[in-house]
């Protein structure tokens, strides 16, 4: 039966060429939409995870309730002490000691008064870890100058240094204040500039050394937050939740000192993003069954009709209505899964295409805070090969199946008219 369609198939191409294309073309599309939007959403949660949230941060629960002030008298104290029990308790996670400031960067002239100034937003990690480097992609952003080598120095945005009209190696002075409260002024030499090609982190970003910071800001043994990121650095939302449960769960303490960890998706909104994200690769793939299904009905529609004469004739030598139906629903499903093949194939070309290439959207990213590349991707998952297959099958399938009801309303009386013609 198989090897009878496909003959009728490739022999009529009539019948099949248009079918066949619609389901390509509609494959192609949804399993590129779907690239993109997990693209997107990979590199907005990485972005954030990255310089921000961890796939996990813990923190104390006072700190936890102003984290948008940064307020690091809330900071985690013996911060060392419960980084080394966190990589033994969770020795599948990389684990970050992060200090987040704020301040002035003061620009000195050749007689020491101040020539410019601008606000920052520092970061400070452990530089020597070649690890954490990696993560934040500072070897690849790194513009002029090196990464700090030795004490006091830093580096800087490189939009940031075009501002303030500053070069590698010469001296800044940090304002911020201390944990403690007190104001706090530290010199520091710029070793090097970075471009992220991330509007919000290429504005006013410092980041310098952790320990140097540790003196700074009078920060011994203490540390803002602490990041734990998961080995492959994707996102797993179960075991994030079930790690945080487990953690906060297990602490004695319960003053505002108490630590808490909290998952990524519980941060700055960024689990309403994932659902989202979600929910319109799904509205996608429903939307384009829905359109393949009205434009292959249209087309088994006129199929038939062009098939009268056929179809009346396999009824007049005595073949069931409903064999002749089936028959009609194996074509469908044959055509279906070749275009969805073709389409797939389409669709993952264009996908790597857009994920080695990219495309610049940094013209619409000027004013925007999100963190998000300048450069957006689309990204081949283990999904992309099959998000396809489904809609190309079952679109032809149904537009076939409703057309294919005409058939039982044939009546006999109308065949041989039907043939004489």
Known sequence: MIKFLLKGILRDRSRSLFPFLTVAAGTLIIVAA???LSGVGNDMLWSSAAFSTGHVKVMTTAYAKDIDLLPNDLAILEADSVLTELKKSYPDMLWSSRIKFGGLLDIPDATGETRAQ???????LDLNDALQVEMLGIDDALVRGHLPRAANELIISDTLAHQLNVSVGDTATLLSSTMYGSSAMHNLVIAGTVHF???????STVIANLPDIRVALDMADAASEILGYFPDYLYHDERARAM???FSAAQEKT???ALQMVPL?????LGSMISMMGNMSTVVIMVFIFAMAIVLWNAGLMGSLRRYGEIGLRLAVGEEKGHVYRSLIGESIIVGIGGAIVGTIAGLTLTYYLQVHGIDISSSMKNSGMMLSNVVRARITPASYYVGLIPGIVAPLLGTAISGIGIYRRQTAQLFKELEV
């Open 244 to 246: 945080s449960a487990g």
């Open 34 to 36: 779907r690239g993109w």
């Open 255 to 257: 003053d505002e000192f």
């Open 265 to 269: 998706a519980d941060q700055q909104g």
């Open 118 to 124: 601008a606000i920052i937003a520092g970061l400070a």
């Open 197 to 203: 090609g991330i509007i919000a982190m290429d504005r």
